[in-house]
């Protein structure tokens, strides 16, 4: 069973990207991953692909296609048991077969609950080519009964989206009008299931080339962030000691029709010693205007939001965003696709909470 070290403190802290390093250790993975995680699909030299996720798309017959978007149902909880990626909410796998091209003889990766031959992957470390950082990846060994080798490749399908192919070892065949772009899978927890320590870094390659340049971060007396519950409603962290303010609970693309994006697309921190205090000190180090966290142990930053994105200031609208902090269970870490979101106070201006009725 995979059992994943945690890395540096110092990333947690608030460490600057460009001066992280990795360090691959020599300790080889087990081909279990029991946790629950969302695949990353990466490839720095292809941005319309590069940091892109796995989705799930209905296909008929308790199929499900496998789709970058904005196709398809963003999933966030795949596992791994003996090198096969499951989806146990849907009762299927990953496996190969069909739709076999013979311009470019690559093949469609899908899942089902079929007994179809399986895709056969083995966890591996690796550094992040953006960050440096370390992370686990699904490296591909197999298509059962085949020989070993080959690779996962996604090709331009309808919408806008990719579909997800397999490559055969030695193919040197390329289709012209729809090359399939040879992909890393990486494994993103998402802190559902049984507790596996790891951490892991994102950062967008496009994040920045379209948002206003980065807030300058204030000096501020630090006292303790407290857990404030609102006429004894659901509660959210009042981090305004620290020089954060807290906009509301925003909603991921599950609960949105905007399009298959993260509301905070900057950077992304998952810890199983995640706090709002972390969170902050990791965004505000690297420059981001706004900090939230999700899912008890995820953190995200970026520089601006899709107003689509907005949180409501209802009371109401706190309850989705109830989930207790890895690294604190006095504070809250947002909820299942809801993010606790939070903006930098201005230097000079004042730093207060939404008022929420």
């Known amino acids: 069973m995979l059992n994943l070290k945690t890395i540096s403190a110092a990333l947690v802290a608030g460490a600057a990207l460009a001066s992280a390093q990795c360090t691959i250790p020599t300790e080889p993975l087990s081909d279990d991953i029991p946790s629950h995680f969302r695949i ?46 499951f989806n146990v909410r849907k009762n299927i796998r990953l496996v190969i077969g069909g739709e076999w ?9 899908f899942s089902t609950a079929r007994p179809d031959p399986d895709a056969i992957f083995q966890p591996t470390y690796a550094c992040n080519p953006d960050t440096g950082l370390l992370q686990v990846e699904l490296k591909f060994i197999q298509w059962e009964g085949e020989p070993l080798g080959g690779h996962i490749c996604v090709r331009h399908s309808f919408d ?23 992909v890393t899978l990486v494994v993103l927890p998402t802190g559902d299931g049984p507790s596996t320590t790891f951490s892991t870094v994102t950062v967008s390659s496009t994040s920045s080339s379209s948002v206003a340049p980065p807030v300058t971060s204030s000096t501020t007396t630090s006292t303790a962030p407290t857990s404030t519950s609102t006429s004894g409603v659901l509660p959210y962290t009042d981090m305004t000691s620290l020089g954060w303010r807290y906009i509301g609970c925003a909603p991921e693309e599950r609960w949105t029709t905007d399009g298959a994006f993260r509301t905070l697309s900057g950077a992304s921190l998952s810890s199983d010693t995640m706090t709002n205090e972390a969170c902050m000190a990791f965004c505000g180090a690297n420059g981001w205007a706004y900090a939230g966290t999700e899912w008890r142990r995820e953190c995200w930053c970026g520089n601006s939001y899709a107003p689509t994105r907005q949180p409501l200031t209802t009371l ?20 299942d696709a809801w993010l606790s979101l939070y903006a930098k106070c201005p230097p000079a201006g004042p730093c207060e909470n939404a008022v929420f009725t």
């Open 40 to 85: 990353q699909v990466q490839n720095a030299s292809r941005p319309e692909v590069h940091n892109k996720y796995m989705n799930l798309f209905e296909a008929g017959g308790g199929d499900q296609h496998l789709f970058i978007g904005p196709v398809g149902e963003p999933t966030y909880d795949f596992t791994l048991v003996d090198g096969v990626v």
């Open 101 to 109: 091209s013979e311009i470019d003889h690559t093949t469609k990766l």
């Open 160 to 182: 806008g989206s990719h579909e997800f192919r397999y490559n055969p070892p030695g193919n040197t065949l390329i289709d012209v009008n729809r090359e399939c772009i040879k």
């Open 316 to 335: 109401v609208s706190l309850n989705k965003c109830d989930y207790r902090c890895t690294g604190n269970s006095a504070q809250f870490c947002g909820g």
